[in-house]
């Protein structure tokens, strides 16, 4: 995988994809279609339950229990891994895509020291001895500004912000080419979300990998993603280049996410949120998924589906908008 | 370190009281063990009584407070008095016999039983889709929902009775030589049917409690993130799952190690073993006071130590508690 045409590194096609219950079929993940290129920054945004998290999962093929892919494609460096045996996909797993966690407190097995968990995949995947996976593991806790010393400790003997790096420190291990993060910056504070946020950024400059950074804070997002998708109810419901996207939104749902946060420099207005709630991923309504939220709801927005369309060249929204 | 030593000095006190107890419960019972021997060695002269009575320490003129003293110390030095159904063997000797074989038995059983249920546990858990871990699971938890001395008088009865393929009672065979091979297979053969009964009868317990840790623990991020890692599915299973889930499971099983030494009263009494369970249950029968406090001391000791031993177990396994002493 070493060519030099910037074709996608990961592509989504019309994936449907979530939970079997006794109720039914959860639509997490419906109808989703991306393209990441090398070293493109995918920023994807929505709220808690939107199934950011599903289908970050889905992309992984880490579904377990009542888990399922329904439908769709999902191709990593143009090949087909939807359905791929469970032995192909877990050597693609950290060598070539590999992920940080919502919530680094959990993340690390709280028994074996940070040096055991960042050297076990390494061996897993490369046939080396524990002396170059230890060499390399101190490489990429020192480009995460963790001290040597920690290589022994144990997860609790950490902080959260430290936790968090060590998180990322272990996606880098295998240098892969696509690194999804998962909300890594929700479970911290201000302060240390922006240093988590420089790393990451600093260290995709050296590194050139892809990354597809899943959060709810869309103000996060808009100075560090090349792209910008925002989702709702499983569907993504706007999607383009990042600035585009931020400061000619077409959405209304996109417009009220933007209303729903304050800027540092303008003056102090009372903040506006989206009433409602999302709908019943088991039952959706007919028509577009936000008509019952929706300010600017007209006739026949309950009827069909709005595709993504084109609005602007590279900027596409599922909304015909008036 | 402080927590070692807090938990050294935690045992003492605990051991301590434990002591002080069995020694004030006993006396504040009905019944008169004087009266009892009496009427035990009816016929006897009665200088002869007389002297009975002394080596009992039954005439005793000092108060509680002395008496208390003397018990702790003799206590401490291993005197735990004579017995009175099995008069004049003092109550150690009775009970180094017992011993043995409890320890042998029970704990062998404790032992199998925890380590065969852990590993059914831990794939029970794992695929717990499958079939052949429902039905495990299943089995063992019906097995387990009758009385365990229930389930020995059923394979007394078959095995024992009607079948004739094992013995019905006691430890070894009388007639062969103590020592020796004869000897060990003939233990070995005594004790099958007991073991099986405790073994077969508590693992449904370890099996059910480490498939339900282990389930939470898979549950967890870190299981997540070891997937995603691409780890060889064994290392996840052990070392990621299997690890965190089984230090509840260790506590509990130090927890029912120390009450090996008890023994297992029924599964004793149903088998004829000689072991403590059957000494107590003799006791209590005789009202051999001193054989019962006896028995009494040395389960709560068991127990203190091995909850101990447990603490010991979970420092060496969990990080988090090495450090929260420190």
């Known amino acids: 995988m070493k060519e030099t045409l910037p074709e996608s590194i990961l592509e989504c096609q019309d994936l449907v994809a979530g939970y079997e219950l006794k109720a039914g079929f959860v639509r997490a993940v419906d109808g989703v279609s991306f393209a990441l290129k090398r070293g493109e920054f995918l920023g994807i945004a929505g709220e808690s339950g939107c199934g950011k998290t599903t289908l970050a999962y889905a992309v992984m093929r880490l579904f377990r229990d009542n888990a399922k892919i329904k439908s769709g494609k999902i191709l990593f460096g143009g090949k087909d891994i939807t359905h791929a045996p469970e032995e192909e996909i877990k050597k693609l797993r950290w060598e070539h895509i590999s992920m940080v966690f919502q919530s680094a407190m959990n993340a690390l097995n709280p028994v074996l020291q940070i040096g055991e968990q960042l050297t076990d995949g390494w061996l897993a995947h490369k046939r080396g001895e524990v002396r170059e996976a230890k060499a390399r593991a101190l490489e990429v806790l020192k480009l995460v500004d963790i001290p040597e010393d920690r290589y022994n400790a144990y997860p609790h003997q950490l902080s959260g912000g430290m936790k968090q790096r060590v998180m990322i420190a272990m996606a880098l291990m295998l240098q892969p080419e696509v690194i999804i993060l998962d909300e890594p910056t929700t479970a911290l504070d201000v302060v240390v979300q922006r240093t988590i946020i420089e790393k990451i950024q600093e260290l995709r400059k050296t590194f050139r990998f892809s990354v597809i950074f899943i959060t709810h804070d869309l103000s996060l997002l808009v100075e560090i993603s090349d792209l910008l998708a925002i989702m709702y109810a499983g569907k993504i419901v706007e999607y383009g280049p990042a600035s585009e996207v931020f400061y000619n939104p077409v959405h209304p749902y996109t417009r009220g996410l933007m209303a729903s946060f304050p800027t540092l420099s303008g003056p102090i207005v009372r903040m506006g949120g989206i009433e409602g709630k999302p709908p019943d991923l088991i039952d959706p309504p007919s028509g577009c998924r936000f008509y019952p939220r929706c300010p600017d709801r007209h006739d026949g927005c309950d009827r069909d589906t709005p595709p993504l369309r084109q609005v602007r060249p590279g900027h596409f929204a599922a909304c015909d908008g008036e | ?326």
């Open chain 2, 1 to 326: 370190m402080k927590y070692f030593f807090r938990k050294i000095g935690l045992l003492l006190f605990a051991l301590f009281v434990a002591m002080t107890l069995n020694f004030f419960i006993p006396r504040m019972m009905p019944g008169d063990p004087a009266r009892e021997l009496i009427d035990r060695m009816q016929g006897i002269p009665p200088e002869a009584m007389e002297s009975i009575r002394i080596a009992f320490g039954l005439d005793t003129k000092d108060t509680l407070i002395v008496q208390y003293g003397k018990y702790l110390l003799n206590v401490l030095k291993g005197e735990l008095g004579i017995s009175l159904s099995r008069f004049p063997t003092p109550v150690r000797d009775v009970l180094k016999i017992a011993i043995p074989w409890t320890l042998g038995l029970m704990g062998f059983a404790t032992i199998l039983s925890f380590f065969i249920g852990t590993i059914l546990g831990i794939g029970a858990a794992w695929s717990r889709n499958k079939r052949w871990a429902t039905l495990t699971v299943g089995t063992f938890i019906f097995i387990r929902s009758f009385p365990y001395f229930w389930l020995g008088l059923l394979f007394i009865y078959f095995f024992g009775f009607r079948l004739q393929v094992f013995p019905i009672g006691n430890a070894y065979s009388f007639y062969v030589q103590k020592g020796g091979w004869d000897y060990f297979l003939s233990v070995l053969y005594h004790g099958f049917l007991p073991a099986l009964t405790i073994t077969v009868s508590s693992l449904g317990g370890w099996i059910l409690t480490m498939r339900n840790n282990m389930i939470n623990v898979l549950a967890e991020d870190y299981i997540t993130v070891a997937l995603a890692k691409g780890l060889p599915l064994r290392r996840i299973k052990n070392l990621y799952a299997a690890k965190n889930a089984m230090l509840p499971s260790i506590t509990s099983f130090a927890m029912s190690l120390g009450f090996v030494v008890g023994g297992g009263l029924l599964t004793e009494m149903v088998f004829a073993y000689p072991g403590v369970g059957l000494m107590l249950w003799q006791a209590v029968q005789a009202k051999d006071y001193a054989m019962m406090q006896a028995i009494f001391l040395f389960i709560s000791v068991a127990v203190l130590i091995a909850n101990f031993l447990a603490d010991l177990a979970i420092l060496l396994l969990d990080p988090r508690v090495r450090d929260s002493g420190r």
